[in-house]
């Protein structure tokens, strides 16, 4: 009998250890994570309904515009949130498989350089900012009414919390690569405009964009003279 009692005792006192060392769960990243693992699942069927993946992204993008720190990585969507006080920004780049071992070939990484003057048009001070990130490889979304093929379905977009820049001095620097032959005549970067009406997901627009091409990429950079905003700037290279 004591022996039974003592096991009795270690196993509850394993038991309350492991119980304590659970971590906590903040139910507002599981609430973003199934928001993000929904979306994914919608890109992987079809592309019957932009409304709907439209409308869906814009409530992620809610989402993470109220989240201080999560990076999500699945097969067709990545996530960074970089939190930082506005007078301590030094400029960031940001690249689709930073944090993606074993995924795509290195030269089809993508990027956004955000130069240090990003935040000189922001007033207020001793203020945390938030800059979002997100990437996503399909065809399914943002789709104009003309049906703009895209190059290797690739599109970035990023967006500050705290509202929208403009006249910076150096420009956000977007990078997209490939394996194909492409220059001004038949590539070049856009940005996406939502649609003014419920009838229309919106359409691509050169305003802004400068493209510059290079042997393999498409462009390296491709030089935004606008800079992210809010609630989100999107760009990609149509053919």
Same mark, same amino acid.
């Given at each position: 009998?004591?022996?039974?009692?003592?096991?009795?005792?270690?196993?509850?006192?394993?038991?309350?250890?492991? #119980?304590?060392?659970?971590?906590?769960?903040?139910?507002?990243?599981?609430?973003?994570?199934?928001?993000?693992?929904?979306?994914?699942?919608? !890109?992987?069927?079809?592309?019957?309904?932009?409304?709907?993946?439209?409308?869906? !992204? #814009?409530?992620?993008?809610?989402?993470?515009?109220?989240?201080?720190?999560?990076?999500?990585?699945?097969?067709?969507?990545?996530?960074?949130?970089?939190?930082?006080?506005?007078?301590?920004?030094?400029?960031?780049?940001? /690249?689709?498989?930073?944090?993606?071992?074993?995924?795509?070939?290195?030269?089809?990484?993508?990027?956004?350089?955000?130069?240090?003057? !990003?935040?000189?048009?922001?007033?207020?001070?001793?203020?945390?900012?938030?800059?979002?990130?997100?990437?996503?490889?399909?065809?399914?979304?943002?789709?104009?009414? #003309?049906?703009?093929?895209?190059?290797?379905?690739?599109?970035?977009?990023?967006?500050?919390? /705290?509202?929208?820049?403009?006249?910076?001095?150096?420009?956000?620097?977007?990078?997209?690569?490939?394996?194909?032959? !492409?220059?001004?005549?038949?590539?070049?970067?856009?940005?996406?405009?939502?649609?003014?009406?419920?009838?229309?997901?919106? /359409?691509?627009?050169?305003?802004?964009?400068?493209?510059?091409?290079?042997?393999?990429?498409?462009?390296?950079?491709?030089?935004?003279?606008?800079?992210?905003?809010?609630?989100?700037?999107?760009?990609?290279?149509?053919?």
């Amino acid at each position: 009998m004591p022996t039974l009692l003592l096991i009795t005792l270690v196993l509850c006192l394993a038991a309350s250890v492991l #119980h304590a060392q659970a971590p906590e769960v903040d139910p507002s990243d599981v609430e973003v994570a199934n928001n993000m693992e929904t979306l994914e699942t919608e !890109l992987h069927q079809d592309c019957g309904s932009a409304h709907h993946v439209t409308e869906m !992204l #814009h409530l992620l993008e809610e989402k993470l515009a109220h989240r201080e720190k999560y990076n999500f990585t699945g097969d067709m969507i990545e996530t960074y949130i970089f939190s930082f006080m506005t007078e301590d920004f030094g400029g960031l780049n940001l /690249s689709s498989n930073d944090t993606k071992p074993g995924g795509r070939d290195k030269k089809f990484k993508h990027s956004m350089n955000f130069p240090a003057d !990003l935040m000189e048009g922001v007033q207020a001070q001793g203020v945390e900012q938030r800059l979002v990130y997100i990437y996503i490889h399909s065809p399914c979304i943002f789709q104009d009414a #003309h049906n703009s093929s895209v190059l290797n379905d690739d599109v970035q977009g990023a967006f500050l919390q /705290s509202g929208e820049v403009v006249g910076l001095s150096h420009p956000v620097e977007i990078q997209f690569w490939h394996d194909m032959v !492409l220059d001004d005549t038949n590539a070049t970067c856009v940005f996406w405009q939502p649609g003014a009406s419920a009838d229309s997901t919106g /359409s691509w627009s050169r305003a802004g964009c400068k493209t510059t091409h290079r042997e393999g990429t498409a462009p390296s950079p491709a030089t935004a003279t606008t800079s992210p905003t809010s609630p989100s700037c999107w760009t990609q290279m149509p053919l």
